[in-house]
């Protein structure tokens, strides 16, 4: 809902803001006074074709502002764009700030919630937000493409549309997996036979868990076999000979245990330190007959280290190809192996699948043929409903219809002995079709006239489909034009009870549709230093009969009194409904 409008140097406009309410909003003015040009502004916050001519005379800018309540009907999609874009501010999308500036130079910079955006946003944000129905780019009812929606909306088709959905997703995940392999298809043989050969090669090396840090200490030890001997046997000799004709540390040791036990002899206290003594003479036994055994075991093998090393740069290798690791190497083999056994078994699935999508697309055109119906047998009931609205409005003979057609595909679904194009909406191209005047074909929506018979058109299938439409706010610019009084008060009535489901906004010269506003602003035009000037004004009890009666030809007693049988009429016509609703 637009809640708030600010205008500063735009068009004769010098600075306005005007506060908005739900329900049915009325402006009246003179004309010239300014009406059309604050309709003009809205349609430019909406993303609307901008000209430096609309700045103020004298003023090197325009500004424009408008703040948007989020109503639950367009939240989520409204959150949706927001989140994309990173445009939401601390209110989340309770309320949309949109603005923009208007340069002289030709220059002009788009904002949403304070944040630069480019004009196609803008333009995205505002159709959720606004319709303006008069001489206007931005009405969803010319965009064809929503018509289809408007009908599922209006014949209830929910259950239809999740049956067909539900078969076109499946349909859809079998052609995306059946193209994945027939694209594949052209060089699997030559994928295959690389993956063989991979897979060989890993086979092959026949790896095993921890060899890597095996072969390393082998290695070390083959290329340093005499060094490794001398050393211990240098350690042994040291131990159990000596060296030099020196004592061995074993001898040593040993005497060190004969004292120890003499002292513990003489001091019992130190017993303990006897068993430690002979413990330490044993263990420097063993150590020299495990050195001895190793020195022993060492090997002097030139050809065994030249094994050793070339599996380890067979390992590292592999390594480099297919992993860090033996472990990544053989987690690579069984992926290679997968889609190997993928590829040679390929021409199976397409088999599987090609039998699956005929399965679907015969049962996604059973589901499109259902839904179809249902929108046909509402497409007669929403023709005579909106053509009802239009005698209200004095278009006698007009015709309506939502113009349905199915177009042939040669891989589109099986109905009958045809193959129909589809799309996730269904097998229909729906699109909305008028003769304003008895006499005259149909012809698209988006092709009648402009003006006044536009907007009584518009108005009509608004009504039709005020539970359909989810845009929050709609404003009619030159809805009366070639209507009078009695068929005014009709299109009075029409406009409030549409405002009960949106927030409507209307300009007019006729009181007996003003007279149904919730809310009256007259605009106004003055002159103040030499230059002209609009100012807003909202009109409430005697201020509000005195601009009807004005509407009615002045100010008079008579026209006072029309203006408040107007008003009576209305308020009337307004309690009827509410009772009955």
């Known amino acids: 809902m637009l809640q708030r409008l600010r205008i500063k140097d735009f068009a004769i406009i010098r600075e306005l803001d005007l506060e908005l309410d739900r329900g049915l909003m009325i402006l009246t003015g003179e004309t010239g006074a300014g009406k059309s040009i604050m309709i003009d502004a809205v349609e430019l916050l909406i993303g609307g074709r901008a000209d430096s001519a609309v700045v103020r005379s004298g003023s090197e800018t325009a500004m424009l502002e408008a703040a948007f309540s989020s109503e639950p009907v367009v939240r989520t999609e409204l959150l949706e764009i927001l989140q994309r874009e990173e445009l939401l501010d601390d209110e989340g999308a309770e309320e949309i700030i949109v603005s923009r500036e208007i340069r002289l130079e030709g220059r002009n910079i788009c904002r949403v919630n304070g944040r630069i955006v480019p004009l196609t946003l803008l333009r995205e944000i505002g159709d959720l937000l606004v319709d303006v129905h008069g001489q206007s780019e931005h009405l969803s009812l010319l965009r064809v493409r929503h018509h289809l929606s408007l009908l599922d909306r209006y014949a209830s088709v929910g259950t239809e549309l999740d049956a067909y959905h539900q078969a076109y997703d499946a349909l859809m995940a079998v052609r995306r997996e059946l193209q994945a392999l027939r694209g594949h298809e052209r060089d699997s043989s030559q994928r295959a ?117 070339a599996r380890l740069s067979l390992l590292h290798d592999l390594k480099r ?110 699109e909305f079709m008028v003769a304003p005047n008895p006499g005259e074909g149909l012809k698209p929506l988006v092709k009648v006239a402009s003006g006044g018979e536009t907007s009584r058109l518009m ?59 919730d809310r009256h602003y007259r605009v106004e035009k003055r002159v103040e230093d030499g230059r002209t000037e609009t100012d807003v004004r909202w009109l409430q009890d005697e201020d509000k009969l005195a601009e009807l009666a004005l509407m009615l030809g002045g100010v008079t007693e008579p026209n006072v009194e029309s203006a408040r049988s107007l008003l009576a009429a209305a308020d009337e016509q307004k309690r009827g409904v509410s009772l009955a609703g």
């Not at 240098?234 to 040791?253: F, K, N, P, R």
């Open 193 to 309: 036979d690389f993956l063989a050969f991979q897979i060989d090669e890993i086979k092959t090396a026949k790896l095993k868990p921890g060899e890597e840090g095996d072969l390393k200490g082998e290695q070390a030890r083959l290329a340093n076999a005499e060094a490794l001997a001398r050393l211990s046997e240098t350690a042994v000799v040291t131990l159990e000979e000596g060296l030099h004709g020196e004592i061995s540390a074993s001898d040593l040791v040993a005497q060190a245990v004969e004292a120890v036990a003499e002292l513990a002899e003489i001091d019992p206290e130190l017993e303990s330190l006897r068993d430690e003594s002979q413990l330490l003479l044993e263990q420097v036994s063993d150590l020299a007959r495990r050195l001895r055994l190793y020195g022993e075991g060492l090997e002097f093998n030139p050809g065994r280290l030249d094994e050793v090393e």
């Open 321 to 430: 190809k297919y992993g860090g690791s033996i472990e990544e190497i053989r987690a690579y083999a069984e992926r290679a192996q997968a889609e190997l056994d993928g590829i040679s078994h390929a021409e199976e699935r397409i088999e599987e699948l090609e039998a699956a999508e005929a399965r679907w697309l015969k049962e996604l055109g059973q589901a499109g043929t259902e839904l179809s119906l249902r929108r046909q047998e509402a497409s007669g009931s929403l023709a005579a409903e909106v053509e009802d609205e239009l005698r209200d409005l004095n278009m006698d003979g007009a015709k309506f219809e939502a113009a349905n057609e199915w177009v042939d595909a040669y891989d589109g679904v099986p109905v009958g002995e045809r193959r129909v194009a589809f799309s996730r909406s269904g097998l229909d191209r729906v």
């Open 459 to 517: 108005l009509a299938l608004k009504s039709v489909l005020a539970e359909a439409d989810e845009t929050p706010t709609l404003i009619f610019d030159e809805i009366d034009q070639g209507i009078g009084g009695r068929v005014g008060a009709i299109v009075g009535n029409k406009l409030w009870n549409l405002s009960r489901s949106h927030q409507v906004l209307c300009i007019t010269h006729l009181p007996q549709l003003a007279a149904h506003g």
